[in-house]
């Protein structure tokens, strides 16, 4: 029997699959989206089917161990990695996954998202980083992701795309378009060749923040970021915020000159490299 919190569920998740592909956070039929009914039953969106053109009646009614309970339809094959995120996250009740190209490109170059860089993203997600690759719709992937889900809302997947979870599809949607827009901004930065960090104090600050904006905090900072090479479950935050306000993560391209005639040798980044280049040029039309 159908309540009206799983009509508005079925709506819901309808409404995010749809934003989803007409923003190209998918392709065909990819990406899933799964969201908590009640203590026994999830609601799931079906395999096979474009995720920009469901219907409410589509959605497939699984159990926490995934096995289906109504519906005409298969659920996702991805629906392992949504029940371990359940299983690790009592305090969420959706889960979205897609592949946004931007943050996906990150995911495949093996750069994490963690660096303090936008207020927004620190206050909402804190650091992004990346799960070890695992291969789809086997049990790689929901072991790759529990390493980091109990500390993150949401995460990149190697090589493959990136996962958020909050506590309505709604939200851990918009989770999805953030961390999406903040890879775009991301790469503008790293193009133009520099990026300048918020310090670790303003982070502090913001975290501060986040029960003024009712957003619950993910994890905290950890104290020491060696601890996490340590444990199996990673359950702090390391985001990437220097001690003091004038200090910059990535140099400017002449203090990287200036090491590098120090050293006898030039290292140079692709950014850093197309930087210099533009102020050769720039130098030689003044
Ligand atoms: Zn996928």
Redesign the pocket.
Known sequence: MSTRLEEQTRAEIVEAGRRMYARGFVASN???ISARLDDTRLLTTPKSVSKGFMTPDMMVVVDYEGKKLSGDRDASS?LPMHLEIYRSRPDINAVV???PPTATGFAVAGIPLTRAVLAEVVTTLGSIPIAEYGT?STAELPAAVRKYIKAHDGLL?AN??AVTCCRTVMTAYYKMETIEHFARISLVARLLGREHLISREEVERLQGLRGMYGIAAPAPLCADPSELAAGDEVLCQVLEAPESSSARLVPDVSSALRQASRDGEIRLTYGELTALITDAVKNLRD
């Open positions: 990819d990406g899933n991805e996954h897609a592949h789809p997947l493959h795309g």
